[in-house]
């Protein structure tokens, strides 16, 4: 499956930006999906995750309550809702497809996602 990320941009502190994940090759829904991010000079880490039934969603304890994943399979699409946004959250953030995780679980292990979009850059200036 291909993942093409977009929606990144910059945009002020307090701001919101919602980013988008576009699957191709192969249907979403047989997808559990993530968000990872990775600041400069750091490792990339976990952002969020959704199971491919929908119904399970795991954050981060830094974006809880800000950020919210949501899935449209008709689409094939993956969404970030990110609001209240601080500096810290400033880094480029990736998509990624977990097929190994259990249908009603979520993973937040890359180990878990054999398959990654090319990341999509969000500023957060203070």
């Not at 991010?37 to 995750?49: C, N, S, T």
């Not at 491919?52 to 981060?60: C, D, F, V």
């Amino acid at each position: 499956v291909q993942l093409q990320a977009s929606g990144g941009g910059l945009v002020q502190a307090g701001g919101s930006l919602r980013l988008s994940c576009v699957a191709s090759g192969r249907t979403l829904s047989n997808y559990g999906m993530g968000w990872f991010r990775q600041a400069p000079g750091k490792e990339r880490e976990f952002v969020v995750g959704i199971s491919r039934s929908g119904s399970s969603t795991s954050y981060a304890d830094s974006v809880k309550g800000r950020f919210t994943i949501s899935r449209d399979n008709a689409k094939n699409t993956v969404f970030l809702q990110m609001n209240s946004l601080k500096p810290e959250d400033t880094a480029t953030y990736y998509c990624a497809a977990d097929g190994l995780t259990g249908y009603f679980a979520t993973s937040r292990f890359e180990r878990q996602y054999e398959y990654w979009g090319q990341g999509t850059l969000v500023t957060v200036s203070s």
